[in-house]
């Protein structure tokens, strides 16, 4: 596509978004401190590589497919990170999960691993500038076959894991202070039932005391901000999860953690953009993991569909975007690795374009005054204004492939990177 042609384009949609009272500079400005959180585990299809001298098998997380091109290691899952990053317009960061240790051959089991143990992820980050998340992995290890971690009725494995949940809060704020940037460090845990259980009560209670010891000790929010989610059911997880929706929601707001919504975590009617405003009332922050379910948690490379539509207007909308953190959580092992990376991060930033280049103000102004016809008419005349035009520009502006092009730069990736592994 021509220079020219897109700041063509670009003039004439400036001008009819002017029309409406809304300034498409400012927009973009906006949108370009808005950071998107990439997920390591995309690359790798939630491998991890911690399994030095022990095969860490039991409550695993299943990837489906086998494109060809898969990471291997440490190095080349930064180098697919990096070329994906080159193809997305803004600058973002990395949400790693502790899986992913560099433990330089020698294995390091979860409940010792120390920040020294990522060291190398941190200088890999100030680099490339970016800022970084974490997650304690709590599958795919011995101590989780039971389908149970935190909330597990032994004391000494539920131990184990509450000592890896504080050390992977250390671990997230060394990288917080190291890199300038505050990271979030994500609670999850698979634990619950097949069956239908005698005893809802018990496991919550224990899980609330696990998470109590683990954020018992005080860390600056400069550097590092603690956040839990929650989830409906899981393979072998089908009538009982402890960590549920109400759990999180009850916990995050009377323990005042942020509060983290998964897109694919809920019952297939329910939206995490109509759940967004009440959590912001009460909660001190959000975290998302924008993900795409397609009749269950099936974690689907994210689409520009009119859910992702809808969040990003929820966001923006709200007010608090200082209040939130996005991130991104899928894993196709049926497509290209970094094509699914690039589609589903340049979707949400258009999600976020668009909610940006909405007057919010004007169309508040008549809900206010009860005139949901101007409302309505003004929402609809929005979705066909000439909103690729100004994100063609915007990729034009932050030096990333405008259109489909970015889509020939990941075939040459392949071709010469990625079939050779």
Same mark, same amino acid.
């Given at each position: 596509?021509?220079?020219?042609?897109?700041?063509? &384009?670009?003039?004439?949609?400036?001008?009819?978004?002017?029309?409406?009272?809304?300034?498409?500079?400012?927009?973009?400005?906006?949108?370009?401190?808005?950071?998107?959180?990439?997920?390591?585990?995309?690359?790798?299809?939630?491998?991890?590589?911690?399994?030095?001298?022990?095969?860490?098998?039991?409550?695993?997380?299943?990837?489906?497919?086998?494109?060809?091109?898969?990471?291997?290691?440490?190095?080349?899952?930064?180098?697919?990170?990096?070329?994906?990053?080159?193809?997305?317009?803004?600058?973002?960061?990395?949400?790693?999960?502790?899986?992913?240790?560099?433990?330089?051959?020698?294995?390091?089991?979860?409940?010792?691993?120390?920040?020294?143990?990522?060291?190398?992820?941190?200088?890999?980050?100030?680099?490339? =500038?970016?800022?970084?998340?974490?997650?304690?992995?709590?599958?795919?290890?011995?101590?989780?076959?039971?389908?149970?971690?935190?909330?597990?009725?032994? =004391?000494?494995?539920?131990?184990?894991?509450?000592?890896?949940?504080?050390?992977?809060?250390?671990?997230?704020?060394?990288?917080?202070?190291?890199?300038?940037?505050?990271?979030?460090?994500?609670?999850?845990?698979?634990?619950?039932?097949?069956?239908?259980?005698?005893?809802?009560?018990?496991?919550?209670?224990?899980?609330?005391?696990?998470?109590?010891?683990?954020?018992?000790?005080?860390?600056?929010?400069?550097?590092?901000?603690?956040?839990?989610?929650?989830?409906?059911?899981?393979?072998?997880?089908?009538?009982?999860?402890?960590?549920?929706?109400?759990?999180?929601?009850?916990?995050?707001?009377?323990?005042?953690?942020?509060?983290?919504?998964?897109?694919?975590?809920?019952?297939?009617?329910?939206?995490?953009?109509?759940?967004?405003?009440? *959590?912001?009332?009460?909660?001190?922050?959000?975290?998302?993991?924008?993900?795409?379910?397609?009749?269950?948690?099936?974690?689907? *490379?994210?689409?520009?569909?009119?859910?992702?539509?809808?969040?990003?207007?929820?966001?923006?909308?709200?007010?608090?975007?200082? =209040?939130?953190?996005?991130?991104?959580?899928?894993?196709?092992?049926?497509?290209?690795?970094?094509?699914?990376?690039?589609?589903?991060?340049?979707?949400?930033?258009?999600?976020?374009?668009? /909610?940006?280049?909405?007057?919010?103000?004007?169309?508040?102004?008549?809900?206010?005054?009860?005139?949901?016809?101007?409302?309505? /008419?003004?929402?609809?005349?929005?979705?066909?204004?000439?909103?690729?035009?100004?994100?063609?520009?915007?990729?034009?502006?932050?030096?990333?492939?405008?259109? /489909? &092009?970015?889509?020939?730069?990941?075939?040459?990736?392949?071709?010469?990177?990625?079939?050779?592994?």
């Amino acid at each position: 596509m021509k220079k020219q042609n897109i700041e063509q &384009a670009y003039r004439r949609a400036k001008e009819q978004y002017a029309q409406i009272g809304v300034n498409v500079d400012k927009a973009m400005a906006q949108l370009a401190k808005i950071p998107i959180s990439l997920h390591c585990w995309q690359g790798d299809d939630v491998g991890g590589y911690e399994k030095v001298g022990a095969e860490l098998s039991g409550g695993g997380i299943q990837a489906t497919g086998n494109y060809p091109g898969k990471a291997r290691t440490i190095e080349e899952l930064r180098a697919d990170v990096e070329k994906a990053l080159s193809l997305i317009p803004g600058r973002h960061r990395l949400n790693l999960h502790a899986c992913y240790i560099d433990n330089g051959g020698k294995f390091i089991d979860r409940n010792e691993m120390q920040p020294r143990h990522f060291r190398s992820w941190i200088d890999w980050a100030k680099a490339n =500038k970016l800022g970084m998340d974490f997650n304690p992995t709590y599958f795919s290890h011995p101590k989780a076959t039971d389908g149970f971690t935190l909330s597990h009725p032994d =004391k000494g494995i539920r131990n184990f894991w509450i000592e890896h949940g504080i050390a992977c809060r250390k671990i997230g704020a060394a990288m917080g202070k190291a890199l300038g940037s505050t990271t979030v460090t994500n609670v999850w845990i698979p634990d619950g039932y097949k069956d239908i259980p005698v005893d809802r009560t018990g496991p919550r209670e224990r899980l609330a005391d696990s998470l109590d010891k683990i954020f018992a000790d005080k860390i600056n929010p400069k550097y590092h901000l603690d956040a839990v989610e929650s989830k409906l059911f899981g393979i072998g997880a089908e009538s009982y999860t402890v960590g549920s929706h109400e759990f999180y929601m009850g916990y995050a707001t009377s323990r005042q953690k942020l509060l983290c919504l998964d897109a694919g975590h809920y019952h297939p009617t329910e939206m995490i953009s109509e759940k967004i405003s009440s *959590v912001l009332m009460f909660c001190p922050g959000l975290l998302l993991h924008v993900s795409r379910p397609v009749r269950w948690d099936s974690d689907h *490379v994210v689409i520009l569909n009119d859910e992702l539509f809808a969040i990003a207007q929820e966001l923006v909308r709200s007010g608090k975007l200082d =209040k939130i953190h996005i991130g991104l959580d899928f894993f196709d092992a049926s497509i290209n690795r970094i094509a699914a990376w690039v589609i589903g991060t340049r979707n949400m930033i258009k999600a976020l374009l668009f /909610a940006f280049l909405e007057p919010t103000a004007i169309l508040k102004k008549a809900e206010l005054k009860l005139d949901f016809t101007a409302r309505l /008419a003004l929402m609809e005349e929005l979705k066909t204004l000439p909103f690729a035009a100004v994100w063609d520009y915007y990729c034009m502006q932050k030096n990333v492939p405008v259109g /489909a &092009a970015w889509f020939h730069e990941v075939r040459q990736y392949e071709k010469n990177v990625l079939s050779k592994r």
